[in-house]
């Protein structure tokens, strides 16, 4: 049973570019979030996805930031006009429908912002 | 929002020494969660608790869920050099789906 898969592993950008992040859940997991990590801290929160629908995006910055989680294919995480304080790992977690707190991450996506 | 706290922020230990560290909360949580994140790694679930009072163990890794449902603790027995990393405690905020996390403790062991 493969992992929760992120790519591209590494995403470098110059300022005012759109950085596009990909998320494959687990098999069988139907709710994705998505997380960020800033250097020397802990994850945080940014959105929390089921099929087709955003359930909680509280965490979500109000511009520039998107998701989605289509009926078919990978949830992406889109930041448009990006700037160097968006350099970070962003994390994608996914949870089997029942029990959402034992959440599954995968490997990131460090994006830097040139 | 609810906020953990955990402590050490570091710890540099020899291999073989036992590991303790803890996680607090000025609000309840009605689960922990304990996680290990390598270099360049996305976070490891290690252990999951769920009920006040609980301990539970995964080979090498003891965790307890406090009495007051505000913190946690993580031992670590017998540590060798992979233990090497940092350890998140982590919970769902408000009783929703979404985590919070702990800043983390950073592992050393020296062979």
């Known amino acids: 049973n493969a992992g929760v898969m992120q790519n591209p592993r590494h995403l470098v950008r110059r300022r005012g570019q759109e950085a596009r992040l990909r998320c494959s859940p687990m098999k069988g997991h139907s709710h994705v979030y998505w997380y960020r990590q800033l250097p020397e801290e802990g994850l945080k929160f940014m959105v929390y996805?089921?099929?087709?629908?955003?359930?909680?995006e509280s965490g979500m910055p109000k511009e520039r930031f998107s998701a989605e989680f289509p009926k078919e294919g990978p949830s992406i995480l889109r930041i448009q006009q990006v700037v160097r304080g968006d350099s970070a790992a962003y994390f994608c977690?996914?949870?089997?429908?029942?029990?959402?707190?034992?959440?599954?991450f995968g490997p990131g996506t460090r994006l830097t912002v040139t | 929002g609810q906020q953990l706290n955990q402590s050490p922020q570091s710890m540099f230990i020899q291999e073989g020494e036992d590991v303790s560290m803890n996680c607090t909360s000025s609000s309840i949580f009605n689960t922990w969660l304990w996680y290990k994140q390598d270099p360049g790694e996305g976070p490891v679930l290690l252990i999951a608790?769920?009920?006040?009072?609980e301990l539970t163990s995964n080979g090498r890794l003891t965790a307890q869920f406090g009495i007051t449902r505000k913190d946690s603790f993580l031992n670590i027995s017998a540590s060798i050099p992979s233990d090497v990393g940092i350890y998140f405690c982590?919970?769902?905020?408000?009783?929703?789906?979404?985590?919070?996390f702990g800043k983390g403790t950073k592992l050393t062991v020296n062979p």
């Open positions: 996805l089921q099929k087709e629908n955003i359930i909680d």
């Open positions: 608790l769920y009920k006040a009072g």
């Open positions: 982590a919970g769902p905020q408000g009783g929703s789906e979404k985590l919070v």
């Open positions: 977690a996914s949870s089997p429908a029942g029990n959402p707190s034992e959440q599954y």
